[in-house]
């Protein structure tokens, strides 16, 4: 059974940096992506940030991009979100996910196995 677990929420002021950690286990994730999404009260979850673990290829949202970095520790099965100058816009429950298929994409829809979140607080 796959297992995905969060780890690294918090309260942050603006501008600040907090680190999301993503252990994963239970299947040979191979090239399959892991990704990153968020979902605030009210809103559809969104895309943030994806990359697969075979060859580290990333794929970001554009509110992001130049803020937020993707990685992964192939020996640790883990996938890190390094969050820089963080904005209360920020402000959501963040989920791991890893992907049903090889293809990239940005819709949860592609996205077989999801964590239980994790929360993440930007006041101003």
């Known amino acids: 059974q796959v297992q995905l677990v969060e780890s690294g929420g918090g309260l942050v002021q603006a501008g600040g940096s907090l680190r999301l950690s993503c252990a994963a286990s239970g299947r040979t994730f191979s090239n399959y992506p892991m990704g990153w999404f968020r979902q605030a009260p009210g809103k559809e979850r969104e895309f943030v940030a994806a990359?697969?673990?075979?060859?580290?290829?990333?794929s970001y949202a554009d509110s992001a991009k130049g803020r937020f970095t993707i990685s992964r520790d192939n020996a640790k099965n883990t996938v890190y979100l390094q969050m820089n100058n963080l904005k209360p816009e920020d402000t959501a429950v963040y989920y791991c996910?890893?992907?049903?298929?090889?293809?990239?994409?940005?819709?949860?829809?592609?996205?077989?196995?999801w964590g239980q979140g994790t929360q993440v607080t930007v006041s101003s």
């Open positions: 996910a890893a992907a049903a298929s090889l293809l990239w994409s940005s819709s949860p829809y592609a996205y077989a196995y």
């Open positions: 990359i697969r673990w075979s060859d580290g290829n990333t």
